[in-house]
């Protein structure tokens, strides 16, 4: 199955920005994590344990890893192809004439997801990059990791929720526009698109576990069990069925994001996990 997406407009209102430098990785033994119509603060969430068999030395989180949450959805990508629960993305992207995504840039097999960025001369010799998402695995409010690593710079990465109809809202959970030494997180909300942003100094081309949780009251961002950024201002939660995309792209026609050379990202495992206190 193929999807076309189309991405974010960038005729935007830019309302908030924040820097965080990542000190270094953590492991938790406590998390608080509230679904449902609880509040309370989330600073950390649990790593996966370590693991000699995982390609990024570490496995997912487990089923009932999270306190109030069960986990609905896991892929260590160990079959020799993609489970059908992925969709992959074929066109061109919205509002980017420069890209384009194939689903023959998707790749799944060793117990490692790939998509890979390079010259195609099935599309002209134009830069085509690969993308999915779990499209028909939706709820509202969750919990999301993506454990990940770029091989370089040039093509963003992208692992975002994307709502099932209509947008905004967007929950870009990491997204990198093509340099390897941070990483992004964006809201898109309200009919004018306005924003929030976050962002961390990190090295991409280094195994981590990329997080959101998303309740009713905030979102919060994780990256190897710390919290690094959140979001609390009630306009900018969405309160919507959403759902998990992974990306790259090329941004090339607009000067950024624009590979020297083919690139790619890999992805060890993904786990999605739902409140103990709600409906999906």
Avoid: K
Avoid at 35 to 59: F, K, L, W
Wanted: with cysteine; aromatic share 12%; hydrophobic share 35%.
């Amino acid at each position: 199955m193929t999807l076309f997406r189309f991405t974010r407009v960038w005729a935007v209102v830019v309302v908030g920005l924040a820097w965080f430098t990542f000190p270094g990785v953590a492991h938790a033994s406590s998390p608080r994590l509230c679904g449902g119509g609880q509040r309370c603060d989330i600073s950390r969430v649990p790593n996966g344990p370590t693991s000699r068999t995982e390609p990024s030395g570490e496995a997912p989180l487990g089923s009932h890893a999270l306190r109030g949450y069960h986990r609905v959805f896991v892929d260590d990508f160990n079959g020799s192809g993609l489970s059908r629960a992925w969709s992959t993305f074929a066109g061109q992207p919205g509002s980017d004439p420069g890209a384009q995504w194939s689903p023959s840039h998707v790749h799944s097999g060793g117990g490692v997801l790939t998509l890979g960025a390079w010259r195609d001369p099935s599309f002209n010799n134009q830069w085509v990059t690969g993308g999915l998402c779990v499209c028909q695995e939706t709820q509202t409010y969750g919990a999301y990791f993506v454990r990940a690593r770029l091989s370089g710079p040039g093509a963003t990465f992208v692992g975002l929720l994307w709502p099932t109809v209509g947008w905004p809202p967007e929950i870009d959970f990491t997204e990198t526009y093509g340099p390897v030494s941070r990483s992004m997180a964006t809201v898109h909300f309200g009919s004018s698109n306005q924003q929030l942003h976050s962002e961390v100094r990190v090295s991409m081309t280094a195994w981590h576990t990329w997080g959101v949780i998303w309740t009713p009251h905030s979102i919060t961002y994780t990256l190897d069990g710390v919290t690094w950024g959140r979001v609390s201002d009630p306009a900018a939660i969405p309160d919507v069925p959403m759902s998990l995309h992974l990306q790259q792209q090329t941004w090339c026609a607009l000067g950024y994001a624009c590979p020297q050379s083919p690139v790619t990202t890999s992805v060890d495992w993904v786990e999605i996990f739902q409140s103990n206190h709600q409906h999906p």
